[in-house]
């Protein structure tokens, strides 16, 4: 077709062409990615077995498509995965996720020193942005006065803050979107981002923690009493929580909403992890509400000495955790409370927060019918397999939360008290992966109901 008109007019139609009128190669390249053409045998024509090129189209003796249009599907097998994870990339996310967070222990040390004094100078910046990503810290005490040589003390610091696990989540999402995020092409590519990044997230963590181990000297005098310390994070802690926080935040922001409609274990999981936050959320909310009304939920558990110098929005941030673990029906140790939902009436807790405790739990058991139904929405077949996967997927969050939120400050015969706010991991994984199935499924079945 000749296009009539000026030569400016047949510039502005060659632009436009989507094939070569010379050869008639395709000028722009379709990128689909839910589809792609698939050869139907290397070289020979299934119809008339004929051997053909590999670049033909068409068999030459029939005119037989030899192409087909078929599904795109990746190969998400360990050894695919592993083999082609960029390590440069991980690297520069990784590295400069850990700058970021060490600009910001540098401004945290420096207004520690305001409530601190001198001794903010025991604290190490490295210490500090160990202990944002949840790292334990582990101190032995050696008394060597002359009337006390040789006596050990341990002290274990076990704080892992959701406040405080905020930045280097935020600090991910800034480093991925400068260095990562225009390579994230499909779900196989961001499969290999979120594990490279988690992995050298994790390592980097765990050689600062090795390299920043501390030893100090306290006291001193003939007959006074002197302490020397050893103290560090420990670097088990920081590469599980580590590989944890950089696995999770890529996969969670890298996701798109393509790859959701494309990918159902990628749907499903971002569906699960909000789901998490929405309850998390929701708790969180109606205890600022409850304490500014005033309950005293806070005193009755116990650790009201133990937060009284922490900003209260910062514990009930800590609470609002184990209280959606309770909800779903986890064994939970909050100060001097274990709670359960068996004995939750035996407690010495008010029996205002009682029925609160009782709401929260159904609570989660309509957020539960609510994702139930969304999944149905979603996916209308195969009722097991879709609450199998966000059942399992469910639990090993609430089990992650559990890990990011154990708080255990042991203070030995020296300090003479213990403060202890956990859940317990396996029982997490094992009941929030019961409790989600059968709510979920529930909740997908109703919505077959007309």
């Known amino acids: 077709m000749q296009v009539r008109g000026s030569d400016d007019t047949l510039q502005f139609a060659d632009k436009f062409r989507n094939y070569s009128k010379e050869d008639g190669h395709a000028y722009k390249k379709m990128n689909n990615k839910k589809f792609v053409l698939r050869r139907k045998s290397k070289l020979y024509c299934p119809n008339c077995k004929t051997k053909n090129n590999l670049n033909s189209i068409y068999c030459k003796e029939c005119g037989t498509l030899l192409e087909d249009i078929s599904k795109r599907t990746y190969d998400f097998s360990i050894s695919n995965i592993l083999s082609n994870i960029s390590l440069k990339d991980s690297f520069k996310v990784a590295g400069f996720t850990t700058l970021i967070l060490f600009a910001i222990s540098i401004v945290l040390k420096l207004i520690l020193r305001v409530s601190l004094g001198n001794y903010v100078s025991y604290i190490s910046t490295f210490d500090l942005l160990l202990l944002i990503n949840g790292g334990n810290l582990n101190i032995l005490t050696n008394a060597n006065s002359m009337m006390n040589y ?6 274990a610091f076990q704080i892992c803050s959701l406040a405080l696990l905020v930045l280097p989540v935020i600090c991910m999402v800034v480093s991925y979107n400068i260095f990562m995020k225009q390579k994230n092409t499909d779900e196989l590519t961001l499969v290999r981002q979120a594990i490279g990044v988690g992995v050298i997230y994790g390592i980097i963590l765990t050689v600062l923690a090795l390299v920043s181990r501390n030893s100090l000297s306290i006291g001193g005098g003939y007959l006074s009493s002197g302490y020397s310390l050893v103290y560090g994070v420990s670097f088990l802690s920081v590469l599980v929580r580590g590989i944890l926080l950089g696995f999770l935040s890529i996969l969670y922001i890298g996701t798109k ?3 959701i409609q494309n990918n159902m274990y990628l749907g499903i999981f971002k569906q699960v992890v909000n789901t ?3 309850g998390y959320f929701i708790v969180f909310v109606l205890l600022v509400l409850g304490y500014f009304i005033g309950l005293s939920y806070v005193y009755e558990f116990g650790i009201s000495g133990s937060i009284s110098n922490i900003n209260i929005f910062v514990v009930i941030s800590q609470l609002a955790a184990y209280i959606w673990g309770f909800a779903n029906l986890n064994p939970v140790t909050i100060g001097n409370q274990n709670l359960f ?6 407690t010495s807790l008010s029996i205002d927060f009682k029925l609160c405790l009782i709401a929260f739990i159904a609570l989660s058991a309509l957020i539960l019918l609510i994702s139930g139904i969304k999944l149905n929405n979603k996916y209308k077949t195969h009722a097991k397999k879709t609450t199998l996967i966000f059942s399992g997927f469910y639990a090993i969050l609430m089990g992650v939360l559990a890990v990011f939120t154990c708080v255990n ?4 015969s020296l300090l003479g008290y213990n403060v202890q706010m956990n859940m317990s991991i396996i029982f997490t994984l094992i009941i929030s992966f019961i409790y989600s199935f059968i709510v ?10 007309d």
């Open 257 to 259: 909403k393509e790859y």
């Open 341 to 346: 939902l068996t004995n939750i009436f035996s």
């Open 276 to 278: 998490v936050f929405l």
């Open 150 to 155: 040789g006596n050990y003390y341990n002290f």
């Open 440 to 449: 979920t499924f529930i909740g997908f079945k109703l919505n077959n109901w």
């Open 409 to 412: 400050v042991n203070g030995g």
